[in-house]
């Protein structure tokens, strides 16, 4: 484990380093946090989206035809 | 003259306060004092909002409540079912289109939410639209395309009227936002047609009766009979089952944002709680010296601490 | 034993009014941080746009294809 100095020097001595790493980490948290609630509100809405009941109509067509 | 009176006044008001003591902590009357004024506010701007309109309505007038369905999209986190938008679009195509219009809809907004780009198309190609005029500059008709809008069964609201005894079947695009009770009621009302009407009630000629419809006499008679459509999926098409995908089908209409707005809710309600609550733990933190610091009073000892100092200073 | 120089010591120190050379060499290890800094201030703000996703980020290794449109072309309205 790093000390806390070496935190220090790497990324709060250096203003722009500081506001780089906020404007970084903000990017990166903005694509996790989407991705990651766009898939929970989709898993909990399975079976109600239409990429779900495209799949079960398409399920059902191949049934009618065999 | 004016300062005396006042002085007086004031003098005597703070005896009489000073005589009742009050017995709760200043605090808790703050607190009492600021529920009571806002309490006595809000009372009295509801009030005054009531008396602004009179409408004197008996229970017929007003339309019977209807009933809290539970909606599988009901819930700030819940999306439409999907499949029971496309079945509704079925039941409106076969049933209800016939006299209501869905003049807002857009073909192109139904892919990808209840059908496939080739489906719409296809349903879009059976309809006819107007065309630029041919070279004669005689008018021409064209196979609908995706930026088209759903068609209306009437060209206007006098053909609208006369095909249906007067009565203008009004556009569906924004019914389930434009009605109190929102899908409750729009369910309630096309499942709600009693057999006959109650004893005593007399309708206006041409009229039915429905206990949901503010006032009781609808001029659009039952529509919704048990295996009128026959659905694509399978579905047993019940009076209840066409009810409830048409009015799905119809919310989806008014409110085609429906599910994105409930994720981007989520995503809104998730950051900025995360930040009230940070913002409540910064502030303790900057409060927390003030909120700790402790006053001391030392009372005066009879010996002073300090001897006045003597110019040239005394040895001892 | 110290030793005095006789001449002046002084360096040659071109300048333009305020900016002059010495410090803007001295500066510009950072001034390229603060335009490090101020490109990913960009990106937060222009994530949405296609022009830079297409440019920049679906570029970016392994998360590159979050910006990637994965509906299928039977939903798309064309």
Known sequence: MKSFSTIYRTFFKRNSVFVGTIFAGAFVFQVLFDSSVTSWYENHNKGKLWKDVKAQIAAAGEEDED | MFTNIARNASRRAFSWTAATAPLKSSNTQRFLTTGAILTGLTASSLLYADSL?????????????????????????????????????????????????????????????????????????????????????NPKKRAGKLAD??????????????????????????????????????FALLTGYPEDPPEGVVLPPGSNYNPYFPGGAIAMARVLFDDLVEYEDGTPATTSQMAKDVTTFLQWAAEPEHDERKRLGLKAILILSSLYLLSVWVKKFKWAGIKTRKFVYNPPTKKPQFKTPTFPPKKN | MTSYTSRLGI???????????????AYSPNLMLWGGA??????VFVEGWPTFQDAIFKKIPIVGSHWNDNTPPEDKPV
């Open chain 2, 53 to 137: 309109t009179a409408d004197a309505m008996t229970a017929a007038e007003h339309g019977l409540h209807p009933p809290s369905y539970a909606w599988s999209h009901n819930g700030p986190l819940e999306t439409f079912d999907h499949a029971s938008i496309r079945r509704g679009y079925q039941v409106y195509r076969e049933v209800c289109a016939a006299c209501h219009s869905l003049d807002r809809v857009a073909w192109r907004t139904m892919v990808g939410v209840s059908h496939t780009v080739d489906e719409v198309k296809e349903m879009a190609a059976e309809f006819e639209y107007d065309d630029e005029p041919d070279e004669q500059g």
């Open chain 2, 149 to 186: 809008y759903i068609p209306a069964p009437y060209p206007n609201e006098q053909a609208a009227r006369a095909a249906n005894q007067g009565a203008l079947p009004p556009d569906l695009s924004l019914i389930v936002k434009a009605r109190h009770g929102g899908p409750d009621y729009l």
């Open chain 3, 11 to 25: 360096k040659p120190n071109p300048r333009l009014g305020r900016l002059s050379l010495r410090n803007l060499l």
């Open chain 3, 38 to 43: 101020s490109a990913f201030g960009l990106f």
